[in-house]
């Protein structure tokens, strides 16, 4: 079952620019909003997202954004909700009909996880994962942002957890966690930490954690 929470209507594509014109909706504006906070997070940091920063980046115009989203926790709010609900949808691509496939065979998770880590570290995502790691340094601070990040963290693990379990997995609970946070380190790893990206190498290092780190 794919969380809940992952199940938000997307009106436009992965961080595509859109005119609220195009749809009239206070909704499509607070998505273009949306989207343009998370490319000054990723590009300014938390020290740019101002009002203005963000004015500059959607074009509608000096104070347009300040009517959609008054404070800066506005802003941060607007971008954590377009922030999960896409890595859910992306999530939910690569593996929601998995969690109906009865034993699942082992290469297929592999090829199946190394194509998300290959999504999720390369644009328009990559812009996601830059501004998600400057929002958790905001969540060790504000109570607030922390509940946000360990509930869509919590709900990745139950969506990894049922993959598992059609696995015919003894502990599934366990390994679903080993293997978001393996996921979660080799995005880092892509992104944040490495001069270079792994490339051909990428698999096979998903295919040696998994044996290594799966209980059995």
């Known amino acids: 079952m794919v969380p809940r929470r992952w199940q938000v209507p997307l009106l436009c594509g992965p961080m595509a620019r859109i005119k609220a014109t195009d749809t009239g909706t206070k909704v499509a504006r607070r998505q273009v909003i949306a989207a343009a906070v998370i490319d000054v997070l990723a590009e300014q940091g938390l020290r740019g997202l101002t009002h203005r920063a963000v004015d500059a980046a959607v074009g509608f115009g000096s104070g347009a954004v300040n009517y959609h989203a008054p404070t800066r926790a506005h802003l941060v709010r607007l971008a954590l909700d377009e922030l999960f609900a896409r890595d859910g949808v992306v999530a939910a691509t690569h593996f929601a009909d998995l969690i ?4 699942i065979p082992m290469a297929v998770v592999v090829d199946r996880m190394s194509a998300f880590v290959q999504e999720m570290t390369a644009p328009p995502a990559r812009q996601r994962v830059v501004a998600r790691h400057m929002l958790l340094a905001e969540a060790q601070v504000d109570p607030q942002i922390r509940a ?11 969506f990894a957890a049922n993959i598992v379990t059609a696995m015919d997995h003894d502990y599934p609970a366990i390994t679903a966690e080993v293997v978001v946070i393996m996921i979660e380190g080799l995005i880092q790893r892509q992104v944040l930490i490495g001069a270079t990206p792994l490339a051909d190498s990428l698999h096979p290092i998903i295919a040696g954690l998994l044996r290594s780190w799966t209980i059995e």
């Open 148 to 158: 946000e990040f360990d509930a869509h963290r919590g709900a990745f693990v139950e």
């Open 100 to 103: 109906s496939t009865p034993q």
